[in-house]
């Protein structure tokens, strides 16, 4: 069973900083894309940004310049160093995985359940 667990989410006023993990736990055998998504009460979830398996990023336009994607392959975790913050960013913030548990499986795509991150004006 693979388990996605977000952290690092709060309150902040605009202008400052936040950095958000998210960490796979279970039996993985390769990951392919990591990414962040985040949804606004009452919006639809959008894709925030990406990384590939080979480091490639793709970011969305309203926070390109701002947010930065890494990820550490080694403890399978993902990062979204999230800077110069704005009232807009406010949203809850989910990681997706997109992985295989063993080489008899398929990819699929994997969930966290969820950070608050809460921008004041």
């Known amino acids: 069973q693979v388990q996605l667990v977000e952290s690092g989410g709060g309150l902040v006023q605009a202008g400052g900083s936040l950095r958000l993990s998210c960490a796979a736990s279970g039996t993985i055998l390769s990951i392919r894309t990591m990414a962040w998504y985040r949804q606004a009460p009452g919006k639809q979830r959008e894709l925030v940004a990406n990384?590939?398996?080979?480091?490639?990023?793709v970011k969305a336009d309203s926070v390109k310049g701002r947010f930065t994607v890494s990820r550490d392959n080694a403890k399978n975790t993902v990062y979204l160093q999230m800077n110069s913050l704005k009232p807009e960013d406010t949203a809850v913030y989910y990681c997706?995985?997109?992985?295989?548990?063993?080489?008899?499986?398929?990819?699929?795509?994997?969930w966290g359940q969820g950070t608050q991150v809460t921008v004041s004006s």
């Open positions: 990384i590939a398996s080979d480091g490639t990023t």
């Open positions: 997706n995985y997109n992985l295989k548990t063993d080489r008899f499986s398929t990819y699929a795509f994997y």
